[in-house]
T-cell receptor
């Protein structure tokens, strides 16, 4: 079980806005470590989606945004599209484990 | 263009040792501020960071598998090798290598580029 927690699933209709939470503790997100987000499309490798809490790599649409507050972070997707259907993972660092840690993943279903 | 590609056996017997190779191009592990890590994903499950090696030969290991892992790099071949000993069926997973990149303290770095992964099955 991961030290950073995500909801197993979220869903939304095309065009809607959805958010995915990533909840940690004082040894990871709450300690000030950055949060990064990855998108894993079906049967493919993860891809970096958001880095350092709220930065988008080149090529990632502005519909994707990240935020962080206290011991939690969130990924928001606006204008939901069918191709956004994927698994999403948050990642941070945990000082108690001395490890880079991933959340359990959230499956996004576009209705 | 930066690419990473994993290679290794697809089927391994329990108790054997797994050796995986990550061959990359488009960047150098001689460059300050770069690392290469291994992450695995059991079928239908979440990602788990396993190990990483930095440009300066420093290595880090995940706590749960630390005693079974060794990561090395061959800068001249642009390769990173992960060995995992004493395999068990629960080690069946897709194994990814990825570049660790960032600025400032390394605990804030992220895996910016990934290989396609290699599915390794542990079964007798």
């Amino acid at each position: 079980q991961s030290v950073v927690t995500q909801p197993p699933s979220v869903s939304g209709a095309p065009g809607q806005r959805v958010t995915i939470s990533c909840t940690g503790s004082s040894s990871n997100i709450g300690a000030g470590y950055d949060v990064h987000w990855y998108q894993q499309l079906p049967e493919t490798a993860p891809q970096l989606l958001i880095y350092a809490n709220n930065n988008r790599p080149s090529g990632v649409p502005a519909r994707f945004s990240g935020s962080k507050s206290g011991s939690s972070a969130s990924l928001a997707i606006t204008g939901l599209q069918a191709e956004d259907e994927a698994d999403y993972y948050c990642q941070s660092y945990d000082s108690s484990l001395s490890a880079w840690v991933f959340g359990g993943g959230t499956k996004l279903t576009v209705l | 263009q930066i690419t990473l590609k994993e290679s290794g056996p697809t089927l391994v017997k329990p108790t054997q040792t797994l050796t995986l190779t990550c061959t990359f191009s488009g960047f150098s592990l001689r460059t300050n501020g770069v690392g290469v890590g291994w992450i695995r994903q059991p079928p239908g499950k979440a990602l788990e960071w396993l190990a990483l090696v930095y440009w300066d030969d420093d290595t880090r290991y995940g706590p749960s598998l630390k005693s079974r892992l060794t990561i090395t790099k061959d800068t001249s071949k642009n390769q990173v090798v992960l060995t995992m000993t004493n395999l068990d069926p629960v080690d069946t997973a897709t194994y990814y290598c990825a570049r660790l990149y960032g600025s400032g303290n390394d605990w804030n770095w992220y895996f910016d580029l990934w290989g396609r992964g290699t599915l390794d099955t542990v079964s007798s």
